[in-house]
């Protein structure tokens, strides 16, 4: 069964949306890490869908998602233990009350 480009296209946009709107409202730092995680998602589904629409026996579009996933990896793993140094210090993971950087 082929799926069509255009569900790959609503999914990811929905999925998209979906990272927006938890980065936008959240203030936990965990929940923000996740929605970008979501956002990255999005963009891999994104890429798997246009490359199999434009070249189907090729996979270099799989290839890049690859790359694109150990990237995510390695930016949530240093993105949670900069929560975690933050939680030690603070006590809280409300973005709010990260005022480490500000004068």
Known sequence: ?????EFFL???AALFCIGIFGLITSRNAVRVLMS?????????LNLMGFSNYLDPVAIK????????ITVAAAEAAVGLAIVLAIYRNRYTIDMEQFNLLKW
């Open 1 to 5: 069964m082929q799926l069509q480009l």
């Open 10 to 12: 609503l999914l990811s």
């Open 36 to 44: 970008i995680e979501l956002m990255l998602n999005a963009v891999n």
């Open 61 to 68: 579009g799989q290839v890049f998602t690859v790359f694109v």
